[in-house]
């Protein structure tokens, strides 16, 4: 399993990365051997690993810190979001926590924040919050207001957690 981090030139990619100020746009896990477990502007999805494209970074999980048979169940417990909606609304409250702390220096949680729906980092730190209730790495996320580049940070601020694959 692994946590993949990627942009392309696309208008969506090009604006995420402007907003967030980042080189990323995009995250998904890499979930068996084939395929990947994502959001993208549609819902969730399970897709094949060949169309994964413009690879920016990788992450694994330290097998001592977590266990493969977590990271299993972990897999299997997230894979229950299939088929969820793209939550475009979140993105919305997302943009406007964004604004909040760069304009006034207030850190907001996001106010259209949905339950039903994720986008692809708020996904992904879904499943690591799984991790984190069967097996304690003391990291606690708040998934909707992360962007990919919030959960690089994260990750390569954890190396006994998460090893970067160069």
Known sequence: MEIVFTSSNGLTSRLIRWFTRSKVSHVLLHVYEYFIF???????????????????????????????????????????????????LGIIGFAYCIFMERIFKKDVRNPFAQQSSYWCSELVAFFLNKINTYKNINLTLRPDDFSPEDLIELL???????????
């Open 38 to 88: 994502e959001a993208n502007g549609t819902s969730v999805q399970i897709r094949p690993w060949i169309d994964v494209k413009n690879i920016k970074a990788r992450f694994t999980l330290n097998e001592e810190a977590v266990p493969r048979d977590i990271v299993d169940f972990c897999v299997q417990e997230s894979m229950k979001e299939f088929g969820k909606g793209y939550d475009w």
């Open 156 to 166: 390569r601020s954890r190396p006994d957690i998460f090893k970067e694959i160069k």
